[in-house]
């Protein structure tokens, strides 16, 4: 395991090279972030549809326990996910390696492709292939999707504060893993927390609620309702309570 300072330094040579990617490699890597994302949701309901109500904990915690596989591809065979380049990002934005606009350009490339990626596995793998148009799936995807819409501005917003601060921390761990396997409990445990807390992940909800929509039980008005506090959410817990505070932690004093 490398030391904090190590891993500091590992984030902000990540962060760089994120930057450093060509386009192309951006939109690829996004959309397969996107995806890989969805499919560990997609998991999550399969996995979980057909449990009683009266063991929410239960489905909490099987549904928390495949999902973070997504993660796990992402960061060990490649992908670019928006919320951990929240933190990776904002570590060189931190050490000035990076400006505000790179930060933010890179944001809005990495997410417009993951959205791209959810939409897909949302319509082609869930719809059109069924995994989430047959019963229970589809009453289990919409009820999922309404827990998500139904939060306030502000509880959306604390909501995915506490999410990529877990998702942070993920990312985070993952470099610091010296190891295949390090790499995948790092990733495994803090991701598995925030699915069965219930915290919220903009880009996960750009899976669940379309395919919820895709089956008649949402619509993109509640969507974008959601994703602008729960995505603002996410910028404050990756960029703030991760690289924000482990930078001014472990950064080197000149």
Same mark, same amino acid.
Request: proline share 3%; net charge positive; aromatic share 14%.
């Given at each position: 395991?490398?030391?904090?300072?190590? #891993?500091?330094?590992?984030?902000?040579?990540?962060?760089?090279?994120?930057?450093?990617?060509?386009?192309?490699?951006?939109?690829?890597?996004?959309?397969?972030?996107?995806?890989? #994302?969805?499919?560990?949701?997609?998991?999550?309901?399969?996995?979980?549809?057909?449990?009683?109500?009266?063991?929410?904990?239960?489905?909490?915690?099987?549904?928390?326990?495949?999902?973070?596989?997504?993660?796990?591809? #992402?960061?060990?065979?490649?992908?670019?996910?928006?919320?951990?380049?929240?933190?990776?990002?904002?570590?060189?934005?931190?050490?000035?390696?990076?400006?505000?606009?790179?930060?933010?350009?890179?944001?809005?490339?990495?997410t417009l492709f993951?959205?791209?990626?959810?939409?897909?596995?949302?319509?082609?793998?869930?719809?059109?292939?069924?995994?989430?148009? *047959?019963?229970?799936?589809? !009453?289990?995807?919409?009820?999922?999707? *309404?827990?998500?819409?139904?939060?306030?501005?502000?509880?959306?917003?604390?909501?995915?504060?506490?999410?990529?601060?877990?998702?942070?921390?993920?990312?985070?761990?993952?470099?610091?893993?010296?190891?295949?396997?390090?790499?995948?409990?790092?990733?495994?445990?803090p991701i598995m927390?925030?699915?069965?807390?219930?915290? !919220?992940?903009?880009?996960?909800?750009?899976?669940?609620?379309?395919?919820?929509?895709?089956?008649?039980?949402?619509?993109?008005?509640?969507?974008? !309702?959601?994703?602008?506090?729960?995505?603002?959410?996410?910028?404050?817990?990756?960029?703030?309570?991760?690289?924000?505070?482990?930078?001014?932690?472990?950064?080197?004093?000149?």
């Amino acid at each position: 395991m490398f030391t904090p300072e190590e #891993i500091l330094e590992k984030s902000i040579n990540a962060g760089v090279g994120k930057l450093k990617k060509a386009l192309i490699a951006k939109m690829i890597l996004g959309f397969i972030g996107g995806a890989m #994302i969805s499919i560990g949701f997609l998991a999550y309901v399969r996995v979980t549809a057909s449990i009683p109500k009266d063991l929410a904990s239960v489905k909490s915690l099987v549904g928390g326990t495949v999902f973070p596989i997504g993660l796990i591809i #992402i960061l060990l065979a490649g992908g670019e996910l928006a919320t951990g380049n929240m933190m990776a990002v904002g570590a060189s934005f931190l050490s000035k390696k990076a400006s505000i606009l790179d930060y933010v350009k890179n944001l809005l490339i990495i997410t417009l492709f993951n959205f791209i990626g959810a939409i897909f596995v949302a319509y082609f793998f869930g719809h059109v292939v069924g995994l989430t148009h *047959a019963e229970p799936f589809r !009453q289990a995807v919409i009820a999922v999707a *309404a827990s998500k819409t139904s939060a306030g501005f502000w509880s959306a917003f604390i909501s995915g504060i506490g999410c990529n601060w877990l998702v942070g921390l993920a990312v985070w761990l993952s470099f610091g893993a010296k190891d295949g396997a390090g790499k995948i409990l790092g990733i495994w445990f803090p991701i598995m927390i925030f699915v069965a807390v219930g915290f !919220q992940h903009s880009i996960a909800n750009c899976f669940i609620i379309p395919a919820a929509i895709f089956e008649g039980g949402s619509t993109w008005g509640l969507f974008l !309702q959601n994703f602008v506090p729960v995505y603002l959410g996410n910028i404050i817990g990756g960029l703030v309570f991760v690289a924000g505070f482990y930078y001014l932690s472990y950064k080197k004093v000149k």
